[in-house]
C-alpha cells in the first residue's frame, strides 16, 4: 500500500506519515540551487566565508527547518489567515509611506525600520497577496472569476498594494506583485477577452508611464536597456559588464574562482542581482543552462503539487507561490542577458539576500503543505476567520 493511500482515510495527522508525504525532490532541488549559490559566494570573495557565504548558508539552514515545518501545518490554517496577513502587510507598506519608520536604502523607501530590526514588506507583501486571492477565488463560482463585475475586488486587492510600491519606488518588487496576481487570475479561469483587453491596455500605457510616471533614474534605466552602448561608463555599465561575463564563460566557462569580471570587480552588484553572470562566466553555458534546468524542474513539480490538491484555495495558491518564484527567475535571467530593464529583482536562493530568500522558503512551505494535505477539503464561506 502506497504513502498517498494510507493518508486518504481521515487524513492521518501522524508525524512520520505527513514526512513520507513530503516531495523530496522539490526539497533536493532547492537545497541544490541554495548550495550552487553558496559556492558562488565564497568565489566571488575571493576563496572566502565572509561576508557573504557563511551568512547565506546559516541562513538558508534556518529556513530549510522552517519551510520543512511550515510543509506539517494543514492548509485550513494558511486559509484562516490569508486575509488577516494580507492586511497586516498592507498597514506595513502604508507605514512606509506614511510614517518616520519608513527608511531609504539604495534609493527607494522601501524599508520599515522597527529599530531592533528592519524588514522590507514589499518582499513578504508577495505572499499576502497569494494567499488573500486564492481564499477570495476558492469562495467564488467559475463564472465569478471568468468575468463579473465581482473581479473587481481580486483587481483592488493587486492594484492597491502594487501602487504603493511602485511608488516607494520599488519597481522591480511592484513587477512581481502584478505579474503574480496576474498569473493567478489567469489560473483562476479569468475570460480570454479581458486578458487580450488587459494586454493591449499595457502596452498602450506602457511609454506615456515610462515618460511621465517614473523617477528620473527608472526611465533611465529603460532607455538604457534600450541602448546600453549610448552611456556605456554611466547607466549602461552594468548590463554591458554582465554581458561580458555571460559571453567570455564560453561552453564550459574559465572556472571556479577564475572569473575576471567578478573576481576583479568590474561586475556590479556581483552577488546579489547580477551573481547568474558571475555563474555563467565560471562555469559557461553547460553549467548555467544546468542551474536553469533545476529551477525549471522546481517549477514544473511545483506546479503538479498544485494540481493534485483536492481544494480550490490549494491549488490556487500553490500555483500562485510557484508563479512569484517563476517570476523571479525570468526578470532576473532576462534582466542580466539584457533582454529586460535593471529593476533590482534578485535571483532566487542564488543572490545574497535575507527577505527574498524568506519570501521564497515560505512560499515552498505552503506548496509542500499543499502536497502534505491534498486530499483536504476546505470549507467554502465569506467570514474573515
Not at 486559509?79 to 507605514?95: E, H, T
Not at 518616520?100 to 514589499?122: E, K, S
Not at 488573500?132 to 483592488?156: E, F, M, T, V
Not at 506602457?206 to 538604457?224: A, D, K, S, W
Amino acid at each position: 500500500m502506497t504513502a498517498s493511500a494510507l493518508t486518504r482515510p481521515g487524513e492521518r495527522d501522524r508525524l512520520s506519515t505527513k514526512i513520507a508525504e513530503l516531495d523530496w525532490r522539490l526539497v533536493g532541488l532547492l537545497c541544490l540551487i541554495a548550495g550552487v549559490g553558496g559556492a558562488m559566494l565564497y568565489s566571488i570573495a575571493g576563496g572566502r566565508w565572509q561576508p557573504w557565504a557563511a551568512d547565506q548558508m546559516i541562513r538558508f539552514g534556518v529556513m530549510l527547518i522552517a519551510m520543512l515545518g511550515l510543509a506539517m501545518v494543514h492548509p485550513k490554517w494558511w486559509f484562516r489567515g490569508a486575509y488577516p496577513l494580507y492586511g497586516l502587510l498592507l498597514v506595513l507598506v502604508l507605514m512606509i509611506e506614511f510614517t518616520p519608520l519608513g527608511y531609504t536604502a539604495g534609493g527607494a523607501r522601501n524599508w520599515l525600520n522597527l529599530g531592533f530590526m528592519r524588514i522590507q514588506p514589499a518582499e513578504f507583501m508577495k505572499l499576502g497577496l497569494v494567499l488573500a486571492l486564492a481564499r477570495w477565488y476558492h469562495n467564488h463560482s467559475a463564472q465569478d472569476a471568468r468575468w463579473s463585475w465581482k473581479l473587481l475586488i481580486p483587481a483592488g486587492m493587486i492594484g492597491l498594494p502594487f501602487l504603493l510600491v511602485a511608488k516607494q519606488p520599488d519597481l522591480g518588487s511592484a513587477m512581481v506583485i502584478g505579474l503574480t496576481g496576474g498569473v493567478m487570475m489567469f489560473v483562476a479561469g479569468l475570460s480570454w477577452r479581458v486578458i487580450a483587453a488587459g494586454a493591449a491596455a499595457a502596452v498602450a500605457v506602457i511609454p506615456p508611464f515610462v515618460m511621465f510616471g517614473m523617477h528620473e533614474y527608472q526611465r533611465n534605466r529603460v532607455l538604457t536597456f534600450l541602448s546600453p552602448e549610448s552611456d556605456p561608463a554611466g547607466t549602461g555599465y552594468n548590463i554591458i559588464q554582465s554581458k561580458i561575463a555571460l559571453g567570455s564563460g564560453g561552453l564550459l566557462g574559465k572556472g571556479y574562482g577564475l572569473g575576471s569580471q567578478s573576481q576583479l570587480e568590474f561586475l556590479p552588484e556581483r552577488h546579489t542581482d547580477f551573481i547568474f553572470s558571475t555563474l555563467a562566466e565560471e562555469f559557461g553555458f553547460v553549467g548555467s543552462f544546468t542551474v536553469l534546468a533545476c529551477y525549471v524542474a522546481v517549477i514544473l513539480i511545483a506546479l503538479r503539487i498544485a494540481s493534485l490538491a483536492h481544494s480550490h484555495f490549494g491549488r490556487i495558491a500553490a500555483a500562485g507561490m510557484t508563479a512569484f518564484f517563476a517570476l523571479f527567475v525570468l526578470i532576473n535571467g532576462a534582466m542580466v542577458m539584457g533582454l529586460a530593464p535593471v529593476v533590482g529583482v534578485p535571483m532566487p536562493l542564488l543572490s545574497y539576500g535575507g527577505s527574498s530568500m524568506m519570501t521564497v522558503m515560505i512560499g515552498f512551505g505552503l506548496v509542500l503543505a499543499t502536497r502534505v494535505h491534498r486530499y483536504a477539503e476546505l470549507p467554502k464561506g465569506h467570514g474573515l476567520f
